[in-house]
């Protein structure tokens, strides 16, 4: 079945605790992004990448990282998180077909940080 | 830089009416628009996708239009259903379809 998996679903952590979540799709997209949803600003974009190697910033980058060292997998690093990461955090692929980029979800990660 | 608004905000219907959403954009430079839906606590389910190139889209029940020009694009929904409740959310993007920007999305309670 093609689909967008995260890991972990839901999260609790601490602030300063390292933290990795985890993006991984089976569709061979070249595309990937990830994004927060946060009530009263929607979905917000934090990082993409084009393909393996090649990432860029979103609107809202600041405390996140991001690495594309396989095409299937774009992992998303709260090296020192703070309370106000504290969101619904989506990945998301794409195909790039003739400038089509219809985006497949996937299932979010809950994310509290205490 | 683009900006994307949707209104109403929220929305009740008896079961059965038509209905229509709407979206609005800045940059009309766009490459696509997608609809997505997506039901309290869940992922986002993509609806339908119109290119830059077309005027619309259909998928059952559901129409959505285009007008790049103008800067809009509206998603009809056909004969409601309670099954419809959930929250609409439309993205576009531009620029070599990097950079997508989603609406705050429109809240829809069809009721039984």
């Known amino acids: 079945e093609a689909q967008v998996t995260q890991n972990p679903r839901y999260l609790i952590t601490v602030t300063g605790k390292k933290l990795t979540v985890t993006c991984s799709q089976n569709?061979?997209?070249?595309?990937m992004s990830w994004y927060r949803q946060d009530p009263g600003l929607g979905l917000r974009q934090i990082y993409y990448?084009?393909?393996?190697?090649?990432?860029d910033k979103g609107d809202v980058p600041e405390g996140y990282k991001v690495s594309r060292k396989e095409k299937r997998n774009f992992p998303l690093i709260l090296e020192s998180p703070s309370p106000n990461q504290t969101s619904l955090y989506f990945c998301?692929?794409?195909?790039?077909?003739?400038?089509?980029?219809?985006?497949?979800f996937g299932p979010g990660t809950r994310l509290t940080v205490t | 830089k683009q900006e994307v608004t949707q209104i109403p905000a929220a929305l009740s219907v008896p079961e059965g009416e038509n209905l229509v959403l709407n979206c609005s954009f800045t940059?009309?430079?766009?490459?696509?628009l997608q609809w997505f839906r997506q039901d309290p606590g869940k992922g986002l389910t993509s609806l339908l996708l119109?290119?830059?190139?077309?005027r619309e889209q259909t998928s059952g029940r559901l129409n959505a239009s285009l007008d790049k020009s103008s800067g809009r694009s509206t998603l009809y929904i056909a004969a409601s259903q309670p099954g419809d409740s959930a929250t609409y959310l439309c993205?576009?993007?531009?620029?070599?379809?990097?950079?997508?920007?989603f609406g705050p999305g429109t809240r829809l309670s069809v009721l039984p």
């Open positions: 940059d009309s430079a766009i490459y696509n």
């Open positions: 998301a692929s794409s195909l790039r077909t003739s400038l089509i980029y219809e985006q497949y």
């Open positions: 569709m061979n997209h070249e595309y």
């Open positions: 990448s084009m393909n393996v190697e090649v990432t």
């Open positions: 119109i290119q830059s190139s077309q």
């Open positions: 993205a576009v993007n531009g620029d070599y379809g990097q950079n997508f920007v």
